[in-house]
């Protein structure tokens, strides 16, 4: 009897050293990993994806579009809005894609189809939003144009891009914004002071065609 108790003693002991390693363990990993700048933008597994645009967006030239057309496969296709601004349909020919949302070109699509056939139902998607961009350019480790799909402030895309490379001037971040009259304005970016919520207003919401400098 004894000599089963000793084992079963030591069975237990070594259980418990296990059970007070595995916190230690888990305690010593590192909760976050901050980019060489300090900031924890540059770790782009935060970034979520882009891939599904705004209800309100408008469509533009280079998008490509997935028109779904219910019971007839045979009008359903994927097609590239063109330079022009159309698409091309089977039966109704050119139609204007450019300047209204997908559901505004759902309904323009079903009012031309129903002169073909009955109550047709249509499904207008953005596959590949491709005419709405913004561009990132200096200091960031994946500098570049990238689609402005959805809702985007520069805080997302210094995070889109990568974060900063290490002599990046953190304080003299700016937004450059083309009027219609081709001056260019520009915006200043403190992510030092954005970061600790004193300037929040400088976190402004990207348009099409807006650069991101960072010197």
């Known amino acids: ?7 079963t003693l030591r069975a237990i002991s070594v259980v418990l050293v296990a059970c007070t ?22 770790s782009t597994a935060s970034v979520p994806p882009r891939d ?5 967006y408008v469509i533009g030239a280079d998008d490509v579009l997935a028109i779904n057309v219910w019971k007839e496969p045979d009008l359903s296709r994927t097609v590239p809005v063109r ?11 050119d139609i204007a894609a450019t300047g209204q949302t997908p559901k505004q ?25 491709k005419s709405h961009k913004f561009n ?15 809702p985007m402030t520069v805080l997302d895309a210094i995070a889109l891009a990568g974060g900063f490379r ?33 300037a929040s207003e400088q976190n402004i919401q990207l348009r099409t065609g807006d650069t991101v400098v960072v010197p």
């Open 21 to 42: 390693l595995i916190p230690a363990t888990a305690q010593s990993m590192p909760a976050n990993i901050k980019n060489s700048a300090g900031g924890a933008v540059g």
């Open 52 to 56: 599904i645009v705004a209800a309100d």
């Open 166 to 198: 290490d002599w990046a001037k953190l304080k003299s971040i700016y937004v450059l914004r083309a009027g219609a009259n081709g001056a260019q304005t520009k915006f200043a970016f403190n992510y030092k002071k954005v970061i600790k919520g004193h």
């Open 136 to 150: 990132i350019v200096g200091e960031v480790q994946r500098p570049g144009s990238y689609p402005l799909a959805t």
């Open 83 to 93: 330079p022009d601004g159309k698409i091309t349909l089977p039966l109704v020919g």
């Open 1 to 7: 009897m004894i000599p089963i108790l000793g084992t």
């Open 105 to 129: 070109l759902q309904a323009s699509i079903e009012q031309d189809l129903a002169k073909f056939i009955s109550k047709p139902a249509v499904t207008v998607i953005v596959q590949e939003p």
